[in-house]
């Protein structure tokens, strides 16, 4: 939310008019907003306003439409006190109230999300472990993963992606690994791939850099510009992968994809350069999911990009390398502003896009900056609810007040999780 004026301006509820940018000195969930300080834009929310039993509301002229009613200039004076009580209740309040339990249901799934997440990076620790030494055990566990996954994706009506937080312990690589599995099924199900073919492609999508594996660390996973040699060798990763992959009997899709997943369809791939249909269809899913998830997530994070300018790159500058239908879903699925994108809301708030519906990913739940709310006690908005707000545009980080971003905590690494049941808390 925006600050006040410096010198606070005033007015009563009788004055109060359809335009007026205002400010609400109340607790957030003792009224029935969204938001402490917006805009008047209809009757009704004008109607409400003055059944708050607040004496005075404080209003922002820059960003108000009209003067206020019966005035003809604004009155500089001194804020007034806070209310020494809370409005009495007449009803207004219990939409805000259902809404206040469905944020905490919401937070709740969250938290079960994340932990999910965990569980899933486990596993794939595990494989990246004992492939070798008991590699029936770890491909059980891989296809009990991709099994969640795919029952998620295929049998559910809706499935939101969430973005999660930052993540300890040096474990880039199995996020990346499950980014590309979970954003691999949400394509496979609205590509209308049969489900054999999507139980194949999560677990190519899980194993596609199990060759990095054989490969040195400083190479692999490189923090300073590679070298030719070096950049010949970190290919190789692709052709070290099918090995492995022989070794424990991975099935033959499953191969294709791991040989596969860095060629693009305009021929600029490798190892073998190949192009457009010569890719095996699963893997060029694979191709577009990890492409767009190394410029989110870069070994150098210095070099990272937000999801909104990746996937604008990927659109505007590089669509020739994907299949052009999967490109074109991932866009839709993700939405113009995906997950992890900081943006501007149409009533100038600042949010952090914390979950999309690929259902309709325009209308995604967004966490808000408010400095009258805890950040512990942040709120969060399902824009679907909330039809006379929009999203403005996209933000860089680097972009936003120091106070801000330490609310909002834009994440560093952007790592996505599913949440199969997305419909509960909603109405």
Known sequence: MQASPPQDFV?????LCLGLFVHIDLPWFSHPFSFNSFKIRNAEQLATLRKLGVKHFRYDPDRSDVQPAGLSAAPQVEAPPPPPAEPVDDGTLAAKRERIARLAQRKR????????LVKAAGVMRNIS?????????CMEEVSELVTQMVVAFLDQPEVALHVIGEHSGGEETYYHGLNCSILSMMLAKELGFPRAHCQLLGVGALLHDIGLNDIPDRVARPRHELTAPERHLRELHCEYGVRTGKQIGLPEPVLRIIAQHHELADGSGFPNRLKGDQIDPLARIVALVNYYDNLCNPADQAKAMTPHEALSLMFAQR??????KALQVMIR??????PGTVVKL???????????NPVKPLRPWVTVYDPGVPKDEAIMLDLEEEPDINIAKALRPIQLPPEVYDYLSPRKRVTYYFDADSKKGRT
């Open 333 to 338: 699925c993700l939405g113009v502003y995906p």
């Open 319 to 324: 669509r020739a390398k994907f299949d052009p």
């Open 11 to 15: 007015v009563t509820p009788d004055q």
């Open 129 to 137: 472990k004992n492939l070798f030494a008991r590699p029936k055990e």
């Open 109 to 116: 799934k969250v938290v079960e999300v994340e932990k999910a």
């Open 346 to 356: 149409s009533n100038d708030a600042i949010a952090l896009v914390a979950s999309v």
